[in-house]
């Protein structure tokens, strides 16, 4: 239990020390958006692409990785829209924003680092393979539940397009294909250019945390307590339970992959889904108390598999 305390404490209280910092405008909104984007434009781009183009990939891609991943978060993405649709009486484009919040993982401010921290880089290759198709994956299922919720197909075709768009520009998917192209047919890096991506790279995580912990100041508690809830379980307990079912009994990854896939589903809820529920005017209000609540709950969640991982 040791080592977990040691892992977690430092992971979350970055994560502390950015909501304070933001609490107490010592970093005001651009600011935070501003190391934001160093974090998602070039720190962990570089991350990436470093990692993919010197980690020696597979010759095949490693379907039964990513397929033990997103098919857990498929079904869980389903089994949300049928909770709020019975249970919780939604339409179509509330029950979209409730099945996303369920099942979007926060993969890279949070999942990035603790990841790295329990398995370092043994973890890399299945980490990095998720994320970088994370949204491309995830997305436009989302986009399309809520524009057809609203019955607003163009609205649909044009947020469907807007999204291949920031897809094909983002720098994650650039660092994606950048390293495995890299790795395949690049000579080595060169000592000084590996010094400098390694050390940008490197600053990736903990700033990635600080950023969380500034962007989740934003967030309130605004109600909707037993859905943020219902849906905090879903995001927590039931998708980490049912990707690790694929990923041993029907897969059967060896076992750091998976618990490289497990831990990544087990991250609390990510901003992506408030974002396109906001756009949409969709469930926004569940979505952002979903996004501090399941956070909240996470650091203990989060703990207690690790603690399964290390007697594993």
């Given at each position: 239990m040791e080592t977990v305390f040691e892992i977690v404490t430092p992971v979350f209280g970055i994560v502390l020390i950015g909501w304070v910092a933001a609490r107490a405008g010592v970093f005001g909104k651009a600011a935070i958006d501003g190391i934001s984007d160093f974090v998602f434009t070039i720190a962990i781009p570089l991350l990436l692409f470093r990692t993919l183009a010197t980690a020696g990939l597979p010759d095949d891609i490693p379907w039964d990785v990513l397929l033990s991943y997103?098919?857990?978060?498929?079904?869980?993405?389903?089994?949300?829209?049928?909770i709020a649709a019975v249970l919780f009486r939604k339409g179509l484009s509330e029950q979209g924003a409730f099945a996303g919040s369920g099942c979007f993982s926060n993969a890279v401010l949070l999942g990035i680092p603790i990841i790295l921290a329990v398995f370092g880089e043994a973890?890399?290759?299945p980490l990095f393979l998720v994320i970088g198709?994370?949204?491309?994956?995830?997305l436009p299922l989302l986009v399309i539940v809520l524009g057809m919720g609203q019955s607003r197909t163009?609205?649909?075709?044009?947020?469907?397009?807007?999204?291949?768009f920031d897809l094909i520009r983002n720098p994650l998917v650039i660092g994606l294909v950048g390293g495995v192209v890299y790795g395949r047919i690049g000579p080595p890096l060169p000592g000084p250019v590996d010094d400098i991506i390694r050390m940008l790279g490197t600053a990736g995580a903990p700033v990635a945390l600080f950023v969380l912990g500034g962007t989740l100041a934003r967030y309130?508690?605004?109600g909707y307590i037993g859905e943020a809830l219902v849906i905090s379980v879903l995001k927590?307990?039931?998708?980490?339970?049912v990707v690790w079912m694929l990923a041993t009994h029907v897969f059967g990854l060896e076992t750091t992959w998976a618990w490289v896939v497990t831990l990544l589903s087990a991250m609390p809820t990510g901003v992506n889904v408030f974002i396109f529920a906001n756009r949409y005017g969709a469930g926004t209000a569940t979505a952002g108390t979903t996004i501090v609540?399941?956070?909240?709950?996470?650091?203990?969640?989060i703990s207690g598999l690790i603690w399964l991982i290390e007697r594993s």
């Open positions: 997103y098919l857990g978060v498929y079904a869980v993405f389903a089994v949300g829209m049928l973890a890399s290759v198709v994370h949204n491309a994956v995830l163009g609205a649909m075709l044009g947020g469907l397009r807007e999204t291949l309130r508690i605004s927590l307990v039931v998708q980490p339970l609540l399941s956070t909240a709950l996470g650091a203990g969640t």
